[in-house]
Nanobody, 121 residues
């Protein structure tokens, strides 16, 4: 069993910053890619950013230059530093991780429960 726990969401004014964390725990052999998605009511969940174990990153065009994804492999934790936040960044943010639970298993994708980010004055 693998759990992902997110933290760091909240209310921030436009132009402000927030840092989200996502910690993976449980039966873990290795963690491959980790990433962040977001969703607003009535819309599909959309990709925000992803990071490979070696540190290579990928971003959605709407957040490139404002958001930075990073990870601490020793802690199985990913972070999302969000700067210059805009009202349109308001959403529930979900983290995911591709986790192998043993040396003989394939990686399965796990999701966190989501954390609300609200950008408003």
């Amino acid at each position: 069993q693998v759990q992902l726990v997110e933290s760091g969401g909240g209310l921030v004014q436009p132009g402000g910053s927030l840092r989200l964390s996502c910690a993976a725990s449980g039966t873990i052999f290795s963690v491959n890619a980790m990433g962040w998605y977001r969703q607003v009511p009535g819309k599909q969940r959309e990709f925000v950013a992803a990071i490979a174990p070696g540190g290579s990153t990928n971003y959605a065009g709407s957040v490139k230059g404002r958001f930075t994804i990073s990870r601490d492999n020793a802690k199985n934790t990913a972070y999302l530093q969000m700067n210059s936040l805009k009202p349109e960044d308001t959403a529930v943010y979900y983290c995911n991780a591709d986790v192998r639970i043993s040396s003989s298993s394939y990686a399965d994708r796990y999701w966190g429960q989501g954390t609300q980010v609200t950008v408003s004055s």
